[in-house]
């Protein structure tokens, strides 16, 4: 039996039924022969109240004072759950991110983890006790400040120290059974997928799927640290994100892993660029400079008889202003006719890397949305994914058609269209 | 201008409008010229709201772990302070008590400071920074965990660091505007002290003025760190504790300092206790054994005929139960008669260090509780105080009686009744 690393969101340490809830699933792993690390985000809403209180005194809340103040939320769950579990008769230590050895860079409020020196953690399980981390948090190399991850941080600290101590696994508990092959809040017939292949997951994430976030899985991938994503209310198995299969689970993979879906984009077309080198460079180094992250970008051949042609890109609604005023400066040098900009969109995704050998899938894809009366405004695929973008209001019949076409919906006999190979 | 520590108590950050009220403070200090440390403790009820937590999910929450919990408190007072002052247009950085460099022993709870390394802190201020520091906590020197400083923490890490940086002085704010001749919810007609001596002010700490902790004011006297109680709501000048007088202070000190009271003890009596060599010995090693503090101790000569005598000795009411408990297990060994045990006792001091030169002293004291009706059970004295056990139903109408007596009252026209040196 090998160390095992745990963690648990804000909503399984809400209160102090759920602490007590979660000491006892730790001891449980514990008691079958594992070491555990386990890290733990701030309790339910704490971090929203320290946010609030950091508003009520002042309007622009500082960087290395904003992580300062954060990380206490973190502090107080972790200690809390070390005395659960040691009043269930077994030892435990918590240790801040700093104390853990999580080594950041020094971006305060969204810092990247550059190493992982777990010393004390290593010591405190082989001395038999059950070691308990603060996620999100770390400390920075050069000026030995407190930092914290952003969002995500805390599974990103699970999988980071997961590689560190060479796990065997790092369990993500949250309050859903796993990854499900679309959102169960819009596809009833959603199922939870057994295991899903890094790759697959890392499209799911960057596509929609909240489960777990793609810096977190893209960390897993490198270091190669399987993760089992599972309920802390339930205790049944959930999903495992892995290279390969685990235990009994089929060894190929399904063609289709899920459809994602994303309302939190917004759409910004540039009308009638003159179609000549440079100006979509032009173009996008603005809205580069403006530090905003762009999602699908779709140029079309431009029309014989103008020369000009239009070029639209997604990016995310709280962005959209900032972009808009980036690209209106650029204007003048390039002297497109105008800017549309539409956050009335969502994207729908199918991720599968099995598509790759199933040249059938994006007609399916396509006929599926066609039937279901929705019209594809943009299109942008990757080898293992196809992403379209619709009105916004047509989202939740889009994800069902597509859900149902590839076979997905868990009352259907035939759970892979194509292939066959199973899961 | 040097540099200038301050503190402020948990009830001057209670909520935002607090905190900003103290960052306004903090700037002015700055504006005049000093270099600028600022202790603090946690906002208002933040400590009882963890506590409250820890005891839901364990009856006796563990030493380490309770230590991690409870030092949250003033990470999140200190990152809000040091937002609010850089929202003044002020730079500031908070510091925890071991990023502060307070090197404590491994006593969780209750650790004592046994070094103060502020490199941090100092190049902190040098660079212009106001520097915000976690009151109450610091970093065991063998193991690296996290430590609290248990009651009057904050006060003390303030006059540490105040040691350790070379401070002019440690001004304490808290709600009241100073150190009072007696407690002024009791004697209206207190009057705030100027400045008082290190030895009085110690002698009124340990005879139940709240203002300071003694051990607090036992560290400023070690390092010789002028104190300035003062509040922090009236901006008024407060009481200066030192060895000599400030400024324009007048140079010799009042006979009498103050009237303290106390009536957080209780009395136990050993009754019949044969009258040779050991017997007191066997009593009191049983008592420290059960790792209690006692206060006064009084034992009368012995009755001729009997050859029996009576042991008395105050201690706080909490430990009553227990040492009534560890003196039982004595009784075969020493064969005294009975165990009394009274907690409805005051003990009433009259602290100066004026005394020592003034015979007259312990006179007038025992004259204004004799013409107040109020009778004396236990005596006992220092160099520079004399302490009587009362009824506790005795001790407003003795307080008030020996502040009269002794011209301490604000609207008395004489401010000293013995020697007339003034003040």
Redesign the interface.
């Known amino acids: 039996m090998g160390l095992v690393v745990q963690k648990y969101g804000g909503s399984s340490v809400a209160d ?1 039924e759920g ?2 809830r979660v ?1 006892k699933r730790i001891v449980e792993a514990k008691k079958n022969g594992h070491q555990v690390v386990v890290v733990v985000s701030a309790m339910g809403d704490t971090t929203d109240e ?1 946010i609030d ?2 508003e ?7 960087g ?3 992580d ?2 954060l ?3 973190e ?2 769950s ?7 579990i ?2 269930l008769g077994h030892e ?3 240790f801040t991110g700093s ?1 853990a050895g999580v080594i950041t860079d020094g971006a305060h409020n969204k810092a990247r983890i550059i190493d992982v020196t777990p010393g ?1 953690i290593q010591q405190s399980v082989d001395a038999g006790n059950i070691a308990i981390v603060a996620g999100f948090q770390g400390v920075s190399a050069d000026k ?1 400040d ?1 930092t914290t991850l952003g969002r995500g941080g805390s599974d990103t600290t699970a999988v980071a120290l997961a590689a560190a101590l060479d796990a065997e696994v790092c369990e993500i508990y949250t309050d859903v059974d796993g990854v499900f092959t679309a959102d169960p809040r819009v596809v009833k017939k959603a199922r939870k997928i057994d295991w899903i292949s890094f790759e697959d997951m890392l499209e799911l994430a960057s596509s929609g799927s909240k489960v777990l976030l793609h810096r977190c899985v893209e960390y897993a991938r490198r270091y190669n640290i399987p993760i089992h994503v599972r309920s802390s209310f339930s205790g049944l198995p959930g999903t495992w994100v892995s290279n390969e299969p685990q235990g009994d689970q089929p060894m190929e993979q399904a063609i289709i892993s899920g459809v994602a879906h994303d309302t939190s984009e917004a759409k910004v077309t540039v009308v009638g660029v003159p179609d000549k080198p440079g100006e979509a460079a032009t173009i996008f180094r603005a809205i580069a400079d403006a530090d905003i992250n762009i999602d699908m970008v779709v140029q079309n051949v431009s029309a014989a008889t103008t020369g000009l042609t239009d070029i639209s890109f997604t990016l995310p609604k709280t962005e959209g202003r900032k972009a808009i005023e980036a690209l209106e400066k650029t204007k003048p040098g390039i002297g497109f006719d105008s800017l549309r900009y539409d956050d009335q969109i969502a994207k729908i995704s199918l991720v599968g890397a099995g598509m790759k050998t199933n040249p059938g899938v994006t007609a399916t894809f396509f006929e599926a949305l066609s039937n279901a009366g929705v019209n594809i405004e943009l299109i942008s695929t990757s080898e293992i994914r196809i992403s379209v973008v619709t009105r916004a209001d047509d989202v939740q019949d889009a994800v069902r058609a597509v859900h149902t076409a590839f076979g997905l919906d868990s009352e259907s006999d035939e759970a892979v269209v194509y292939g066959g190979t199973g899961r």
């Not at 009520?56 to 500082?62: D, G, I, K, L, T």
């Not at 972790?78 to 659960?84: C, Y």
């Open positions: 102090a602490i007590k000491a320290l209180l950091a009520q005194v002042s309007p622009m809340p500082a290395r004072e904003f300062m103040l990380t206490a939320g502090r107080i972790m200690a809390l759950l070390a005395m659960a040691k009043n435990a230590q918590s104390q004390r030995k407190i």
